[in-house]
């Protein structure tokens, strides 16, 4: 069960939409193939319903607080960052989704044209903004830097969205630097809900009923508690395929 289907103009556009402001006729996030307008709470018990429900409704957009969806892949992060911003967009919100990459890609790009004032004007415009993805793929350079100028000048002026798969005690590892991390996290944690969300990868399971019953026990589908990916010791696994930490986003 889950909020509300997606209005025909929204599910009409189709994969690869992402990255476009929204007002009402654009989709915010990048329609997968699996995608479904409905998320199964019962899927993840740690998840509070009541408390997505709530932020449904929409009041950390008027706000201007930071949401956190944090936990391992697959737990319906990008699902629900996605559904409260269609939310966001049917109640006349303005609505940009980005990766952390795609976002810190264009601000980079400003910068060496000399226009990244301007691109951070831009990115304060819409009264939500998304960033999926933040801690999959190493920052760049100078990246961290970027984003934090971002983040600052949102600060208490626009609500966002924030999902990752690393606890805030790595964004230093994440952002490659620890002062902006801690910088980062100052502004980010002021007003903020944080979800964490403890619990199996929901495309495992799909991939799980494909698998013979001896490989599903390997506790592949029902992993422990999120918990910081751990450094890899000794030989590498048989099935490497197979592990959590090497599903894509
Ligand atoms: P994450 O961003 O945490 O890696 P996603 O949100 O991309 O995970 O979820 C992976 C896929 O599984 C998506 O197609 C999503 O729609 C689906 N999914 C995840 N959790 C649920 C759930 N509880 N109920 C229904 N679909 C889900
Ligand atoms: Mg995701």
Not at 19 to 31: D, E, H, K, V, W
Not at 98 to 114: M, N, W
């Given at each position: ?8 103009s929204l599910s009409?556009?189709g994969?690869?939409s ?5 007002n009402g006729?654009?989709a915010?996030?990048?329609l997968s193939s ?11 018990p740690?998840?509070?319903?009541d408390?997505i ?14 949401v956190h ?10 699902h629900?960052?996605?559904a ?5 967009v049917?109640?006349?919100k303005?609505v940009?989704?980005?990766t952390?990459?795609?976002?810190i890609?264009?601000l ?6 000399g226009?990244?004032?301007e691109?951070i004007?831009f990115?304060?415009r819409?009264?939500?903004l998304i ?5 999959y793929?190493p920052v ?5 830097n ?6 600052n000048?949102r600060?208490?002026?626009g ?6 798969n690393r606890?805030?005690a ?10 902006v991390a801690?910088?980062?996290l100052?502004r980010?944690l002021h007003?903020a809900?944080?979800?964490?969300i403890?619990?199996s990868s929901?495309?495992?399971?799909q991939?799980?009923?494909?698998m013979?019953?001896?490989v599903r026990s ?6 422990p508690?999120f918990?910081?990916?751990q450094?890899p010791?000794?030989r590498p696994p ?5 592990s959590?930490s090497?599903?894509?986003?």
């Amino acid at each position: 069960m889950w909020i509300t289907p997606l209005p025909p103009s929204l599910s009409a556009l189709g994969e690869g939409s992402h990255g476009s402001i929204l007002n009402g006729n654009y989709a915010p996030y990048r329609l997968s193939s699996a995608w479904k307008p409905t998320f199964d709470f019962t899927f993840q018990p740690s998840l509070d319903r009541d408390r997505i429900l709530t932020l449904a409704q929409l009041g950390f957009v008027d706000r201007h607080e930071a949401v956190h969806f944090l936990g391992p892949p697959g737990t319906g992060k990008s699902h629900l960052a996605t559904a409260l911003g269609v939310e966001a967009v049917k109640a006349g919100k303005s609505v940009y989704f980005t990766t952390l990459a795609d976002l810190i890609a264009s601000l980079a790009r400003s910068e060496r044209e000399g226009r990244l004032q301007e691109r951070i004007r831009f990115f304060c415009r819409p009264s939500l903004l998304i960033v999926d993805e933040i801690g999959y793929l190493p920052v760049v350079h100078g990246g961290g830097n970027l984003f934090f100028q971002l983040v600052n000048a949102r600060y208490e002026r626009g609500a966002m969205i924030l999902t990752s798969n690393r606890g805030f005690a790595e964004w230093g590892d994440v952002f490659g630097d620890p002062v902006v991390a801690t910088a980062l996290l100052d502004r980010l944690l002021h007003h903020a809900v944080i979800v964490q969300i403890e619990g199996s990868s929901y495309r495992l399971r799909q991939h799980a009923e494909l698998m013979p019953e001896h490989v599903r026990s390997k506790a592949l589908i029902a992993p422990p508690a999120f918990a910081p990916p751990q450094k890899p010791r000794g030989r590498p696994p048989k099935n490497p395929q197979l592990s959590l930490s090497s599903t894509s986003a």
